[in-house]
């Protein structure tokens, strides 16, 4: 079993819909968790922390479900400017520097 | 503006030639790290280095090389022991002893012909 697994998608939805992406890590001690959005051929960047209480910035949504070993990400109100691939990643331990990287999910959104 | 710099942004090589990519950060970061990335895969960790003059190997370490002299640079050298090594090389740096967020440069695209 990977160490954080995610549908690799493509996931194709119109401009307006609402689409959310799981992940899922292996490891229970795992301490800190991020989405990360990467444009092809384009370097990863922070989209959002995930945090134990669940976070929102705008249109977007975070939730951790520590019982489970996953995250999600929601995303509302889909632009076409969202099209682009999301990545899990999973902090393994504290202070161990080991973050993990989920294969990603590609997201089109159309006209 | 903080930031990572990466150079050059491609880079094409013959078969069994060594090159060497740079990595220089501006953010004060302890922590310095350099990943690959394939098409269709995730970013695999081939060094990291935690601080200067001291460096441990990811998972997938052998055909590299690294050096980390000053707290800025994270220079990594693909030599020609690297059977594969046409990919996309991305360096990233975070806070010492923290769980936050990596910070990514732009990335090196090498292709060996």
């Known amino acids: 079993r990977k160490e954080v697994e995610q549908d690799p998608g493509p996931f194709n939805v119109p401009e307006g819909a609402t689409v959310a992406f799981n992940c899922t890590y292996s490891n229970s001690a795992s301490q800190s968790f991020f989405w990360y959005r990467q444009d092809c051929r384009k370097e990863p960047k922070l989209l959002m922390s995930?945090?134990?209480s669940g976070n929102e910035d705008g249109r977007f949504t975070a939730q951790l479900n520590r019982a489970s070993q996953y995250i999600s990400l929601l995303i509302r109100d889909s632009k076409l400017s969202d099209s682009a691939t999301y990545l899990c990643v999973v902090n393994m331990v504290a202070g161990t520097y080991k973050y993990i990287f989920g294969t990603g999910t590609r997201l089109k959104v159309l006209a | 503006d903080g930031g990572i710099t990466q150079s050059p942004k491609y880079l094409f090589r013959k078969e069994g030639q060594n090159v060497t990519l740079s990595c220089e950060q501006n953010?004060?970061?302890?922590?310095m790290y350099w990943y690959r990335q394939d098409p269709g895969q995730g970013l695999r960790l081939i060094y990291y280095s935690q601080i200067v003059n001291d460096f441990q190997k990811g998972d997938i370490a052998e055909g590299y090389s690294v050096s980390r002299e000053k707290k800025e640079s994270f220079p990594l050298t693909v030599t020609s022991a690297q059977k594969n090594p046409t990919a996309f090389y991305l360096c990233?740096?975070?806070?010492?002893?923290?769980?936050?967020?990596?910070?990514f440069g732009e990335g090196s695209r090498l292709t060996v012909l």
């Open positions: 990233a740096s975070s806070l010492s002893g923290s769980t936050g967020e990596l910070f």
């Open positions: 995930v945090y134990s």
């Open positions: 953010l004060n970061h302890d922590a």
